[in-house]
């Protein structure tokens, strides 16, 4: 399939699933109230006004999000490609990549299912700090420090899904071992993925 089209599904896929668990798990609703007991009437006020006028952003924002991270996670795919002598186009990496990244959406969709299914009775902290199939679901978040709560999310098995599918989808484009495959999306997007959580832990330490 063209990347323009797998791009749109999954900004549409993304924006469906993000309006389902609004409506059904009312999460802006629980976003007002945890402010009202914050703020002053005339400062809820504001903010009301502020969602008013600026919600669509925030899903008009996932297009430029997932064009970002997808051509970042092909272009560091390409350069390992490079390294190790294979030669593949950078539009049939970012193929890879974009069917790779619908994973995440069952990730939402866990998400939703668990909250309202299970986990009925939650707060916006619960809601926010929560990663389904992840290492901070078997700990008491309670109890973390605030800097590990971002590779506590990361490491969950949609992430090693995407890995796996990475590799899947490579190995059949370069017609090499999956061991071969699954070394190169290890020193290629693993490295830049540890890299990542590294600087986001770093960036978190400082600003508290």
Request: charged fraction near 15%; hydrophobic fraction near 55%.
């Amino acid at each position: 399939m063209k990347n323009y089209l797998l791009f749109l599904f999954l900004v549409f896929y993304t924006i469906i699933l993000g309006l389902i668990l609004e409506e059904f798990l009312q999460i802006n609703q629980m976003a007002m109230s945890t402010l009202a007991e914050q703020l002053t009437k005339e400062q809820l006020e504001k903010v009301l006004d502020l969602q008013t006028r600026w919600n669509w952003l925030s899903y008009g924002i996932i297009p430029l999000i997932y064009l970002i991270k997808t051509n970042l996670v092909a272009m560091i795919i390409s350069l390992g490609c490079f390294l190790y002598n294979y030669e593949i186009e950078y539009k049939k990496v970012l193929n890879i990549v974009l069917k790779s990244e619908f994973v995440f959406l069952l990730a939402i969709f866990a998400k939703g299912a668990w909250f309202y299914f299970f986990q009925t009775d939650f707060t916006l902290e619960d809601f926010q700090n929560f990663y389904p199939l992840s290492l901070i679901t078997i700990v008491d978040y309670h109890q973390l420090d605030p800097w590990l709560f971002y590779p506590f999310q990361t490491v969950n098995l949609f992430e090693l899904s995407y890995i796996l599918l990475l590799t899947y989808f490579l190995k059949k484009a370069l017609n090499i071992k999956f061991s071969d495959s699954f070394l190169l999306i290890a020193i290629s997007y693993g490295v830049g993925l540890m890299l990542w959580i590294t600087l986001v832990m770093f960036l978190i330490l400082n600003i508290n």
